[in-house]
């Protein structure tokens, strides 16, 4: 499908983690080893943000990750406190710009792995339920993209992980309703400059792999003289598709049916229990 990273802490070179780390994120678009698919080469897309309240910074190409030499200036340029990153595998929607994640609306951003089972059947009526005034921001063709405008319709902005149970709640019931036994596999995260929202989840209680870094100021004690949790500093966060490198101790991953939340150096788990509103 696609893999995807978030990251908050000390503002860090994006390089450090899409390009720099073993298991980089560029790495993964060739060689994924967790993803269900190996290969992630349908676009890419970073989002980060200069200052928590501004409107994310977004640059986005349909273009192979690993092939685009103007990221990797980017990426040596861009020096964050919080970014998100994602390769695309694509499913049943085309190669474009606006196909690319994350996707963005204020200061919201948005990025998915996963699918709706049979979306073009189920597309209409889960976009009639999408807030009428945030409809026309809709600039592209994907299932993900609709779910990040679904959850906004009911109350990301207000109640993230409420508003995400009852966005899958409603895809749920709309997809059996056209006779799809498990409509949603999904990782996603949405961030708003201050803190990251993170949940792993499908219809099958078989979703796709998602972990997070453990206590950076840990892993400085294990790892005192790696540069790279230095720069990150004891509150950074980073949550993930897939590790990065495999030092022991780095990585917990994050269980079926869970939503995870980063703010402030503090992180919080959550039963990830979809209902209607």
């Not at 708003?192 to 979703?207: C, F, H, L, T």
């Amino acid at each position: 499908m696609c893999r995807w990273l978030a990251y908050t802490g000390h503002p860090l070179q994006l390089e450090t983690v899409l390009f720099n780390a073993k298991h980089s994120l560029i790495d993964q678009s060739l060689h994924s080893r967790l993803g269900h698919t190996t290969t992630n080469g349908d676009g890419f897309g970073i989002g980060w943000y200069g200052h928590p309240t501004d409107i994310p910074f977004r640059y986005r190409c349909i273009q192979p990750a690993w092939s685009d030499r103007n990221l990797r200036e980017a990426a040596r340029a861009i020096r964050a406190p919080m970014f998100v990153a994602h390769i695309r595998a694509a499913t049943d929607t085309p190669s474009q710009e606006t196909n690319c994640h994350p996707f963005r609306h204020g200061r919201w951003l948005f990025a998915h792995n996963g699918l709706v089972r049979n979306y073009p059947a189920v597309r209409r009526d889960l976009m009639v339920a999408i807030d009428a005034d945030l409809f026309p921001s809709i600039e592209g063709s994907t299932d993900s993209e609709v779910l990040f405008f679904l959850a906004l319709s009911f109350g990301l902005e207000l109640a993230p992980v409420t508003a995400l149970e009852r966005m899958v709640a409603f895809v749920e019931a709309t997809g059996r309703k056209h006779g799809v036994d498990e409509p949603l596999n999904m990782t996603v995260c949405a961030t708003d400059g201050e803190q990251i929202v993170a949940v792993r989840y499908s219809s099958e209680g078989r979703s796709r792999s998602l972990f997070h870094s453990t206590s950076f100021r840990h892993l400085l004690e294990l790892y005192p003289e790696d540069p790279r949790i230095k720069a990150a500093g004891e509150d950074a966060f980073l949550v993930l598709s897939e590790p990065l490198a495999d030092l022991p101790g780095w990585w917990q991953e994050i269980p079926e049916s869970t939503a995870v939340v980063a703010r402030g150096g503090e992180v919080e788990h959550y039963p990830f229990k979809p209902q209607l509103a």
